[in-house]
């Protein structure tokens, strides 16, 4: 009973700390969720596109991208890039890694979802008269989106879990609050809480997620 | 209303029209016949632009989408697919816009209509096609029959003088094809010309003016069916 009670205390004390955290860690996960998803679909266009040249770019910074750790990219953007005489901020270096690497992603989801849709919608639309504009943003874009509603959601989950990443550039998220309270303390128990902490969040974003697709299930 | 001389088409080396003649007259009903494999399809893409020939000629309404193999302009190639209406063997709907929006999607985008202008007219045509309650439906909760009819609303939107059917009846019931065949007819009396490709000797048969037959790529005879070979 005791100890319960001197968990409880404890998480009081630790909240106003804790909220600090969450608010940094939700700020690079939302800023960086804004920035990819767009990066990603206009990536995904250039995949798309008739053009050798944007082809060819496109796919070497998905490779890139995917091909090599977040920490990596996080840690060349906020210490390489200096030394060629781009400074950034910490928290602008960690967004600017984030959406770099979660475009890349987004992208090629977006791509494979645009490829599912039949040709017979691009042709339905072409016999209408639609214009190459109006075609993908009224008739490919909506459906390709509830395509991918679904692996999207996972890698929405798991930017929230990568965040923790920015722990490396010393900013005061989450991770590095707990980190701190467990030195300070000398108590797991920190990590305890943020672990909890992050274990609302992504089932919240999945509820969120399962909302979304419910409201695509209009149609088949 | 559609003038059609020496078409030839060819995928990779593999020739499937080869040398297809054609005259359609306005408010006839043309079926063409044939047998699968024989370029119906290929024939009826191409009058709308969704297959590239590689010579001929094919002039609709006095305006030339291909002259001598040559194609139109880009904006005259726009302004011609507009006065053909295509109902395809699939349908090809949109699945997540309901029928009206379906409808009205192009009269909005295409022809810059306004919202209720274009709901008014397509509830009309609704009502023409025995729709109405349908109006706010997704394809997915249509039958083949229904699906079929919001097709040829949605190309009726915008009021060609030429309308396609690709087997329009390929998904049906065999007793709804009398129904379809009405529709045909009372558009056709409206002064708008209809080409139809089906191999169902039995419906052509029913709903037609005239019939010619295809096959390996050219218009064989014209009275083909009375013979009782067509199919
Ligand atoms: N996109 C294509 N690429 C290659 N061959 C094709 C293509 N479309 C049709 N064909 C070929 O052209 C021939 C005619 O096909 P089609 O016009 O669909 O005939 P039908 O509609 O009379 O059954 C067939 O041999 C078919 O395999
Ligand atoms: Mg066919």
Redo the contacts with the bound molecule.
């Keep these: 009973m005791n100890g319960i009670i001197g968990f409880l205390e404890y998480f009081k004390m630790l909240m106003p700390q804790v909220m600090d955290g969450l608010l940094v860690t939700l700020q690079i996960f939302g800023l960086t969720l804004i920035l990819s998803i767009p990066l990603g679909v206009i990536i995904a266009l250039g995949r798309l596109s008739k053009l050798k040249v944007l082809n060819v770019i496109t796919g070497a910074y998905i490779l890139i991208m995917r091909g090599t750790p977040l920490l990596l990219q996080i840690v060349f953007i906020f210490f390489g890039l200096p030394l060629i005489g781009v400074t950034l901020d910490r928290l602008p270096a960690a967004l600017f890694a984030f959406t770099l690497n979660y475009g890349a992603y987004f992208a090629e989801i977006f791509r494979a979802g645009i490829r599912s849709i039949d040709i017979g919608q691009y042709e339905g639309a072409g016999v209408l008269g639609l214009s190459p504009r109006d075609t993908f943003f009224r008739i490919i874009f909506p459906q390709a989106l509830k395509r991918v509603l679904p692996p999207v959601g996972n890698e929405v989950v798991t930017l929230i879990k990568d965040t923790a990443l920015v722990y490396i550039l010393g900013l005061d998220e989450l991770l590095k609050i707990g980190k701190i309270a467990t030195n300070r303390d000398a108590t797991l128990l920190p990590l305890v809480i943020i672990a909890i902490v992050y274990l609302a969040l992504t089932y919240v974003l999945s509820e969120i997620m399962t909302r979304f697709e419910k409201k695509y299930d209009y149609y088949k | 209303m559609l003038r059609i001389q020496g078409l030839k088409k060819s995928f990779g080396n593999v020739e499937v029209l080869k040398g297809v003649d054609l005259e359609l007259q306005k408010g006839e009903i043309l079926v063409i016949v044939g047998p699968?494999g024989g370029g119906?399809?290929t024939l009826l893409r191409s009058i709308n632009y969704l297959e590239k020939c590689d010579a001929g000629t094919i002039a609709i309404d006095g305006k030339y989408l291909i002259r001598d193999g040559v194609y139109a302009s880009k904006g005259e190639l726009k302004e011609i697919r507009r006065t053909i209406g295509m109902v395809f063997?699939g349908f090809n709907l949109f699945p997540h816009m309901s029928v009206i929006d379906n409808i009205i999607e192009a009269p909005i985008r295409v022809f810059g209509k306004n919202r209720d202008e274009a709901l008014v007219e397509a509830r009309e045509i609704l009502r023409f096609l025995g729709l109405t309650d349908k109006e706010n439906s997704y394809p997915f909760e249509l039958s083949g029959g229904q699906k079929q009819r919001v097709a040829i609303g949605r190309a009726l939107a915008l009021e060609p003088k030429l309308m396609c059917f690709?087997?329009p009846t390929s998904a049906l019931d065999p007793a709804l094809t009398d129904e379809v065949a009405k529709v045909i007819k009372s558009l056709s009396v409206k002064g708008m010309s209809m080409l139809i490709?089906t191999h169902d000797m039995e419906f052509a048969k029913k709903v037609a003016d005239r019939i010619v037959s295809i096959d390996k790529g050219v218009i064989i005879d014209e009275h083909m069916y009375e013979s009782g070979t067509g199919e």
């Design positions: 699968s119906k399809t063997q690709d087997e490709i």
